[in-house]
């Protein structure tokens, strides 16, 4: 198994490509199963969490041309069949499960196994479920898979109880050939959210007040060709944001989009961070970082749960003391103990760890426990004294493409052996 290994690094400079969003493209794959048309889809990046929602949809006859090199797929769903969904590619990754709404909608039937991927909490799918029988879809739960079924599905009023991501874009995809309104209350409001409702709507659904707490969906009887660009990935772009304020760096993020970003980019401005457009992107200049913060985690425009982890690595080797609340997950402190290991001083209370920035890390060897985790490992490991050596990287590389060649090529000290 490959490890990454990161030595004490300079200031980070330079400038870094962001490559397209992993949580807007596995959706928008998984909604092509809806069509019997071609799809063009740009900006995909090559990360191991799409070729596992390529493998799935190919198991069900969904034919994918992806050109790696130029970051763009044709994808065409006309002579696909329906059976139930790979266990082993499916409990590989949460968001397979996105392909029960597309299922359910095309052939009214679908049976999937219940969802893996990070293990940062319980996860359930009862919100995505509620959906789906709201729209007269009939569930059962046994051994493991889930069964839906439905003979034709109709518009419903939804509200959820968690403005939950994956339930919004599964019920969403289900209600698009619905017939009738569907309506989608306190609905997750995240920028993959809105993309994956501009995808549908230049295949032809009808689909409004994506980006607001409420989603109305109004059934349309097909869907037909379309190009679409994924948004850029504003996890990636935060992450590198971090990567500079961490090593006290200035670096241009291209592709990056400030307004997706606003709660990082407010906590690093707290932080005596300069941050402003330029050259086709964002200038992240942490040469004076001073202040520490306090971050709570919520659904978007809030602080993202995925950028806890990063931001809690920079938080360690920042004077004073700053607290961590993490409120969309209930275990999504795995990091804290990798992080101890390498001399950070942190304490849990519950859902808040409380954080004393130390002087200096030391390196030491650590685990990614899971995507972001191992993201904020190495982080940590660019200001760490010595070298850090970090195991089960298979976590970090679903979701950051060429992670080791674009640090490297800011001046980072990291190899993969
Ligand atoms: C998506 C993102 C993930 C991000 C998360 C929150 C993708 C592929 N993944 O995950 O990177 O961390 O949003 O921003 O887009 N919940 C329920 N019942 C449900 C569904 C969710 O209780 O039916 C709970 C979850 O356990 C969790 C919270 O709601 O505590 C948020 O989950 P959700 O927004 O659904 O996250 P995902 O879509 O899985």
Redesign the pocket.
Known sequence: MEKFFVEKSPPLKGFVNIGGS??SV??VMASTLMSGETHILNGIPDLSDVSVMFSILSEFGVTIDWDKGNSHMKINSKNIFNKEAPFDLVTKM??SF?ITGPLLSRFGHAKVPLPG?CQ???????????GFLALGAKVSLEHGFVEVSASRLAGSEIYL???????T?NIMMAAVLAEGETKIQNC?V?P?IVDLANFLNACGANIEGEGTDTITIHGVKYLHPSQHKIIPDR?EAGTFMIASAITKGDIILKNAISEHLKPVIAKLKEMNCLIEEAEGGLRVSCVGIQNCVDIKTM??PGF???MQAPFMALLSVVKGSSVVTET???NRFMHVSELKRMGAEIKIDSRSAVIEGVDSLTGAKVRATDLRAGAGLILAALVADGETEISDIHHIIRGYYNFEDKLKSLGAKIRME
């Not at 109880?161 to 339930?167: E, I, K, L, M, N």
Request: aromatic share 8%; charged share 30%.
């Open positions: 992993k949580n596995l959706p949460r968001a996105l991927g940062i909490g319980s996860r359930p799918v009862d919100l995505h479920l509620k109880d968690f403005p939950s991501v994956g339930a874009e997750a995240e993959e996890i659904p978007y993202p749960t995925d969309v997950f209930e």
